[in-house]
């Protein structure tokens, strides 16, 4: 399964974003089993953990403290694309966003264990 992302791009600080992920489905049910995740990576930290939610109907949600309250993580399953809708976005939100995803798996797992397809990330800056 190949993850596709797209949507960042250079904001002002307090505006929005919305990014968006696409597997390439391996079968027709890929997307149905696909716990996914976004983590970001800031210039000179490690990888962190954003949000993530459950597969199929996509019940469950987990955000990071970070951007809890500001960032929206869904899943469209019609289109199958999962997207993370950022407001209020601040500077240091500043960061390589990467798509990841489990098959089955849980989202409390992939705050501390992320799934093992990862897309190629998209870069994401805020200016002030």
């Known amino acids: 399964v190949r993850l596709t992302e797209s949507g960042g791009g250079l904001v002002q600080a307090g505006e929005s974003l919305r990014l968006s992920c696409t597997p390439s489905p391996e079968t027709p049910n890929t997307f149905t089993i696909l716990t996914m995740a976004w983590f970001r990576q800031a210039p000179g930290r490690e990888r962190e953990f954003v949000a993530a939610?459950?597969?199929?109907?996509?019940?469950?949600?987990i955000y990071a403290d970070s951007v809890k309250g500001r960032f929206t993580i869904s899943r469209d399953k019609v289109k199958k694309v999962m997207h993370l809708q950022m407001e209020n976005l601040r500077l240091e939100d500043t960061a390589v966003y990467y798509c990841n995803a489990q098959k089955y798996g849980s989202p409390q797992t992939m705050q501390t264990t992320p799934g093992d397809l990862w897309g190629r990330g998209t870069q994401v800056t805020v200016s002030s």
């Open positions: 939610i459950s597969r199929s109907d996509g019940l469950t949600t």
